[in-house]
């Protein structure tokens, strides 16, 4: 039976500052001018860019924004299940994982500047999905949101936030 440990070391994935680990395995050659992208954007960006992404047992991906659309894809292990706030409150969950008649779907689509968090189903197992950005990811535009900041902004979701935060 492969564990994490397994595909940790096989993938070669390092810690990931939202918890959990991973290694980026894509990045577009090509790259979108600053001046053609939307103004919250400060560089050029790779046109789309592809992670490998672990989440062990009882790790938690934390809160957590980003400034383009995240598509997640479900590839082994536990389902998963991704908490998500919109900008204006409004929450969501979303099952990731290979039971389609449990709800869960193979692809799960986090839209930008959403506030989000993950967590493995089964809390003995692990998950490795695929994360897909576009315009490509850069930790410029990663944003780790603090508790007292999401409690300030989203009071009524308390319980999630002291879970997914620190």
């Known amino acids: 039976m492969k564990t994490a440990e397994y595909f940790i070391k096989k993938l070669g994935l390092e ?7 991973y290694k980026r395995i ?12 939307p103004e919250r954007y400060n560089s050029d960006r790779f046109y789309s860019t592809s992670i490998y992404y672990l989440l062990n047992g ?12 995240e598509i997640w894809h479900y590839y082994f292990g ?14 969501s969950l979303k099952k990731l994982g290979p039971n389609l008649e449990k709800s869960e779907n193979f692809q799960v689509i986090i839209p930008k500047n959403s506030c989000f968090a ?13 994360c897909t950005v576009s315009p ?25 936030i002291k879970k997914f935060s620190d």
Do not use: M, T, W
Not at 26 to 37: A, H, M
Not at 139 to 160: I, M
């Open 136 to 160: 490509g990811f850069d930790f410029e535009d990663f944003r780790l949101a603090s508790k007292d900041e999401l409690l300030k902004k989203y009071s009524e979701h308390v319980n999630l």
């Open 26 to 37: 894509y990045q577009s050659d090509e790259v979108i001018s600053k001046d053609k992208l």
């Open 78 to 91: 536990s389902p998963a299940i991704i908490h998500i706030i919109d900008d204006l409150g409004n929450y």
């Open 58 to 69: 009882n790790d938690v991906s934390k809160f957590h924004r980003l400034k383009s659309d």
């Open 15 to 21: 810690k990931h500052p939202e918890g959990g680990f």
């Open 118 to 130: 993950a967590e493995v189903v089964e809390k003995n197992s692990f998950v490795i999905v695929g």
